[in-house]
């Protein structure tokens, strides 16, 4: 183990932390927004369009991310392209970044699992509490805002938390499709100089730094959700 290669290479790969960190954030809040609207569809039974998200998240759920990762880099540009003519846009798909596909694929896959745990975390919550809101008035949307969501938001966390590093290690794939984020950059760096165990090992350092930084920001704001009620 070069211990000099290491450290430069640790340094180069803080270069492209940010972007990667962005990556993972859009597609956390994008997989959360698309689970709760899963679940919410499932959990008061809407007509049809709970059939369809039972058999998409069956989709999801049993298709390898690569697989799906390449079936939306060789499908989405032309599927894009046809819909944009179908409504009169003149919009050629193939010229949308490999980082979008990317970014909808994981999105839609790690929402297939956030709306099972989105679903767990409104079902958590005392009947009793609903009941009392709503004799007191309370409308569907104060309901939800005031009872639901925060306690739904305390029990969620922690697998909220496990999803972000799962996008984390996800997008890692990213490379098969020309994105650059760490590991494909420690792929690049290890190209470059022929030390593969330290690029990697680099690459490995700084995942877990980003891990041990999000368990402890989520515990913390856990506690402080727990203060609040």
Do not use: C
């Amino acid at each position: 183990m070069n211990f000099l290669i290491l450290f430069e290479d640790f340094v180069q790969l803080l270069a492209v932390v940010p972007q990667t960190l962005l990556l993972a954030i859009t597609i956390f809040i994008l997989s959360i927004l698309i689970g709760t609207v899963m679940a919410l569809i499932q959990e008061y039974n809407v007509p049809v369009l709970k059939q369809i998200v039972v058999i998409t998240k069956l989709l999801l759920r049993g298709t390898p991310l690569i697989v799906l990762i390449f079936l939306m880099y060789y499908s989405l540009p032309d599927t894009v392209t046809y819909l944009s003519g179908l409504v009169g846009l003149d919009y050629n798909g193939t010229n949308i970044p490999p980082a979008i596909i990317l970014i909808v694929a994981v999105s839609f896959t790690v929402a297939s699992f956030q709306a099972e745990t989105i679903r767990g975390s409104f079902l958590s919550i005392n009947k009793g509490q609903i009941e009392a809101a709503q004799s007191l008035g309370y409308t569907p949307y104060q309901m939800f805002k005031k009872i639901i969501a925060p306690q739904a938001l305390v029990e969620a966390i922690p697998e909220f938390s496990s999803s972000f590093l799962i996008v984390m290690k996800a997008i890692s794939l990213g490379f098969m499709i020309t994105v650059v984020d760490i590991f494909a950059e420690a792929r690049l760096i290890a190209t470059d100089n022929s030390y593969y165990v330290e690029a990697f090992f680099a690459a490995a350092l700084m995942y877990w730094a980003i891990s041990a930084i999000t368990v402890t920001l989520s515990s913390k704001y856990e506690e402080y959700l727990h203060s609040r009620m």
